[in-house]
């Protein structure tokens, strides 16, 4: 008897998504199907471009024809992705799939350094991706990105001019930093860096993205809030250190998100400068600023541990000089280890909003005024 479509598709239904726990089928990743006497072609579309289990599905898949079908069959899998969203009809930004928020409780934990190589990292990796520098006083991106002295260019779009983003490694970018000096000091109340955020997001041609990261203003203030209330955010990541002082400013970072009234996802915890590494012992670490912070926090507020990046001297410089951390390369383009860490980050935020995506509500903007 002939294969079918339907014999495939009732074998790929055995098949799970480890992480959103449906199978494929239901999940509607199974594109082109087609079976030609014992040839079968089809693609699985995954949620992320960075899933780390992509081989582990697509022998799931050859296991499962195999088992449930026939032994004999030539099976040939594509696999591709299509990043998901928490965002459907929105009127601001309506090309951009994912909204997602960096912030940490206090300054000098290494906010800008986190956003700044995560968006390099999952443009790396194939993802488009965008980045606000919403640290309206203290911007720091064009600085990260080698590009202090330029400006973004203004088009008029339906009448209506509108900001285009500069491009660097990939990723687009939006800084105050871009329209003023560098010794120049940005001396605003609140309601006018609020509207300065506004005009990054509402009249910016971004385009399609499927990640737009704001990196916003160390502890919580008139941005955060303006944030929440202008856009449906995805979630929020937030970055501390492992020392008691970042970690208790982390908690109230946390619970600003998790307000009632303000409801926002949190994807994780990163822990930076988690231990120190010198370049010379590459395989020895030091944890001066304590060990496992970041971790416990995660595992007490019952949310995702992102990730831990080191305290090495490369990162440091590498923002220096513009060129973020995660570009760096060793010698035969080995990755180095602060570029793994990461390249693991990127990935296990993208698995996260994957799983946000499938499984949570949609977020929706703040509505209310929160006093």
Request: overall charge negative.
């Amino acid at each position: 008897m002939p294969v079918t479509q339907e014999d495939i598709l009732k074998a790929l239904s055995t098949v799970d998504d480890p992480d959103l726990k449906q199978d494929l089928v239901t999940l509607n990743m199974i594109k082109d199907l087609e079976v030609e006497g014992n040839h079968v072609r089809f693609t699985v579309e995954l949620t992320t471009p960075a899933c780390p289990l992509k081989e582990i599905i697509r022998n799931a898949c050859l296991d499962a024809i195999y088992d449930q079908v026939s032994s004999e069959l030539q099976v040939q899998i594509n696999m591709s992705s299509s990043v998901t969203s928490s965002r459907k009809n929105a009127l601001m930004l309506p090309q951009v799939k994912n909204i997602i928020a960096v912030a940490s409780g206090k300054g000098g934990v290494g906010k800008s350094t986190i956003a700044a190589n995560l968006a390099v990292s999952l443009s790396k990796i194939g993802a488009k991706v965008g980045l606000v520098d919403a640290d309206i006083y203290g911007p720091s991106i064009p600085t990260m990105f080698n590009c202090e002295h330029e400006q973004p260019k203004v088009k008029t779009v339906n009448g209506k001019n509108v900001i285009v983003p500069l491009v660097q490694y990939g990723v687009k970018l939006i800084s105050i930093g871009f329209m003023m000096s560098a010794d120049d000091a940005v001396v605003w109340r609140g309601p006018m860096a609020s509207k300065a955020l506004q005009q990054f997001l509402g009249d910016s041609d971004w385009g399609e993205l499927d990640y737009l990261i704001i990196d916003l203003p160390p502890g919580t203030s008139d941005i955060h809030l303006t944030l929440v209330q202008s856009v449906p955010v995805t979630g929020a990541v937030i970055v501390t250190t492992p020392q008691k002082v970042a970690l208790a400013d982390a908690r109230k970072g946390l619970a600003m998100f998790q307000q009632k009234q303000i409801n926002v996802p949190i994807l994780g915890i990163v822990e930076n400068m988690a231990y120190f590494t010198p370049a010379e012992l590459p395989d020895n670490k030091y944890y001066i600023f304590g060990q496992g912070g970041g971790r416990a926090l995660a595992e007490k507020s019952q949310i995702p541990f992102l990730g831990e990046i080191p305290l090495v001297q490369s990162i440091r410089e590498s923002g220096d000089r513009g060129y973020p951390a995660a570009l760096n390369t060793a010698d035969g383009d080995k990755p180095n280890p602060e570029q793994l860490a990461f390249e693991n980050l990127a990935q296990e935020l993208a698995r996260q909003v994957a799983i946000r995506n499938a499984n949570a509500t949609k977020t929706k903007k703040v509505d209310i005024n929160v006093q």
